[in-house]
């Protein structure tokens, strides 16, 4: 069985611009969350879906955003970057359905300069 | 807002020794799980704990969840460098979805 397939595994972009990582989560899992992690913050939550929908958002600014597919794959985008944008993004895959074990992607490692 | 303190934050200990590691918060969650993670790469899932005063192990390491589902411990029995990593622990809230909340991590470090 698949895990979770994060993609690119490494950006660098510019300041302003704006980014869309990738997730494809386990197969027959309905959740995918999306992590922000940093070495002064630790593990921040960004957003879930579930079913197309968002079902819980985090404490980020508009300019982060995501979608879930029909399929359940995922996108976040990040407009107008910031220097403070440059972290490690983790999408999780967890069941739904009130199973909370989530299983994580390697990460797409995010550098603003 | 839910928080998780861990401590201690960072670890260096010999192969063969024992540790723990505290996993504290002020609120409830519906289950907690602990994480792995290596430079680099996403958290690896170790445990789900769901009932208060719960016991697991997992060969030499044993997770406790408090009875009153506010806090966690993790003990490694005879720690071996393989252990090496940041362990962290995250607790899911009771209002239901996936959002977790993450603890502020520990750093172990286990030598030959």
């Known amino acids: 069985k698949a895990g979770v397939t994060q993609t690119p595994r490494y950006l660098i972009k510019t300041r302003g611009q704006q980014v869309t990582l990738s997730c494809s989560p386990i197969?027959?899992?309905?959740?995918v969350s999306w992590y922000q992690q940093t070495p002064g913050q630790g593990l921040q939550f960004l957003f879930e879906?579930?079913?197309?929908?968002?079902?819980n958002k985090g404490n980020f600014p508009g300019r982060f955003s995501g979608r879930q597919f029909s399929n359940s794959r995922s996108e976040m985008n990040v407009s107008t970057l910031e220097l403070g944008d440059s972290a490690l993004y983790l999408c999780?895959?967890?069941?739904?359905?009130?199973?909370?074990?989530?299983?994580f992607g390697q990460g797409t490692r995010l550098t603003v300069v | 807002t839910q928080l998780l303190e861990q401590s201690p934050q960072f670890l260096s200990i010999q192969e063969g020794e024992n540790l723990t590691v505290y996993c504290n918060s002020s609120s409830v969650f519906s289950s907690l799980q602990w994480y792995r993670q290596e430079p680099g790469e996403g958290p690896v899932l170790l445990v789900t704990v769901v009932t208060g005063g719960e016991v697991k192990k997992l060969k030499r390491l044993t997770f406790q969840f408090g009875d009153a589902r506010k806090d966690s411990s993790l003990h490694i029995t005879a720690a071996q460098p393989g252990d090496t990593g940041l362990y962290l622990c995250a607790g899911a809230g009771t209002g239901g979805g996936n959002k977790l909340t993450f603890g502020t991590g520990t750093q172990l470090k286990v030598e030959l």
């Open positions: 999780a895959s967890s069941l739904g359905g009130g199973y909370t074990e989530a299983f």
């Open positions: 879906y579930f079913s197309e929908t968002q079902r």
């Open positions: 197969s027959g899992h309905r959740s």
